[in-house]
């Protein structure tokens, strides 16, 4: 268990729904960043939040949103899904920023549009 | 962001030595070296971090050139579990707004 927990693990749903993935970072850790990872695409940088407020946005489409709340959990939301958004989403956290380290992900979420 | 270059692929035999090697001919000097590795259906795994000197853990340890230009993750002993793509990926401090930029990373193979 890397401390990093994303729910659900699987998500199976059909084109033009709409999902939300859940990230709970590891304890004390203020930074939370989304990654999409595709078999043609490798790791993508979608977005990074720093407790509670946006700080950096990589390759988010505008069909996706998130947000961090105020007990530092986040949320990816996925809306009008097409077959292409399937793919592997990863949540990560970092710890505050006067200490330089790596970032523990978390096992992901295997998401599949049917 | 600046861009690091890897092989694609590399080869090793249980119980030896592997060094995975990195170019990163355009690095700032407030750039650390970070290295992940990512088994098949799993989240990345943080491995290891340096700015200028070399670093050792429990898992592996971390060469940098001289004039940082490149680096390379040392195992030690390769098994079995240690197969994995190794990500080698510059970060800027938390301060500038550092995040991690993965490419296409080296898929390390070991033969038993």
């Known amino acids: 268990d890397s401390g990093v927990t994303q729910t659900p693990k699987h998500l199976i749903t059909a084109t033009g729904q709409r999902v939300t993935l859940r990230c709970s970072p590891r304890s004390g850790d203020l930074s939370v960043y989304w990654y999409q990872q595709s078999l043609d695409q490798g790791l993508q940088f979608l977005i990074q939040y720093y407790n509670g407020e946006e700080r950096a946005k990589g390759n988010i489409l505008e069909r996706f949103s998130a947000q961090q709340f105020p007990d530092l959990h986040s949320e990816l939301n996925l809306s009008s899904l097409e077959l292409g958004d399937s793919a592997l989403y990863f949540c990560?956290?970092?710890?505050?920023?006067?200490?330089?380290?790596?970032?523990?992900f978390g096992s992901g979420t295997r998401l599949t549009v049917v | 962001d600046a861009k690091t270059t890897q092989p694609n692929s590399m080869e090793s035999n249980e119980e030896e030595p592997v060094h995975l090697p990195c170019n990163h001919s355009?690095?700032?000097?407030?750039?650390?070296i970070h290295w992940y590795r990512q088994l098949p259906s799993q989240g990345p795994e943080y491995v290891i971090h340096?700015?200028?000197s070399n670093v050792n853990n429990r898992m592996a340890s971390l060469a940098i050139a001289e004039d940082r230009k490149s680096s390379t993750l040392i195992l030690h002993r390769a098994t079995l579990r240690d197969a994995a793509v190794y990500y080698c990926i510059l970060r800027r401090s938390y301060n500038q707004g550092g995040k991690l930029i993965f490419g296409q990373g080296t898929e390390l193979s070991v033969k038993p």
């Open positions: 340096g700015l200028t």
């Open positions: 990560a956290s970092s710890a505050p920023p006067n200490r330089e380290g790596g970032y523990t």
């Open positions: 355009t690095i700032s000097g407030t750039d650390y």
